[in-house]
């Protein structure tokens, strides 16, 4: 069973930082992508940035310049730098990833994270 495990998270003023991590383990035979979306209250989850193995990154638009996606392959992790919040930026946020296991290679299945609250004061 593979389970990605976020860290991170938390109550900050506007403007500040965060960092979220996410760590994938388990019986991974290879990974496709990993990224990031959050869910606020009242709406849908959304993406807020991917990053795929081979090197390509997306961002939703309201987070580009702000936000930071990287990926340590080695340790099958994923990141978020989040300078520069906002109030709106408040939302659970859940890492995602799109991997093989050993006992289905070449097949991919998707996997959450539990999900960490991010929350911006005004």
């Known amino acids: 069973q593979v389970q990605p495990v976020e860290f991170g998270g938390g109550l900050v003023q506007a403007g500040g930082s965060l960092r979220l991590s996410c760590a994938a383990s388990?019986?991974?035979?290879?990974?496709?992508?990993m990224g990031w979306y959050r869910q606020a209250p009242g709406k849908q989850r959304e993406l807020v940035a991917s990053s795929t193995t081979a090197g390509n990154t997306v961002y939703e638009d309201s987070v580009k310049g702000r936000f930071t996606i990287s990926r340590d392959h080695n340790k099958n992790a994923v990141y978020l730098q989040m300078d520069s919040l906002k109030p709106e930026d408040t939302a659970v946020y859940y890492c995602h990833a799109i991997l093989q296991v050993l006992t289905f290679p070449g097949k991919d299945f998707q996997y959450w994270g539990q999900g960490t609250q991010v929350t911006v004061s005004p």
């Open positions: 388990g019986s991974i035979f290879a990974i496709n992508s």
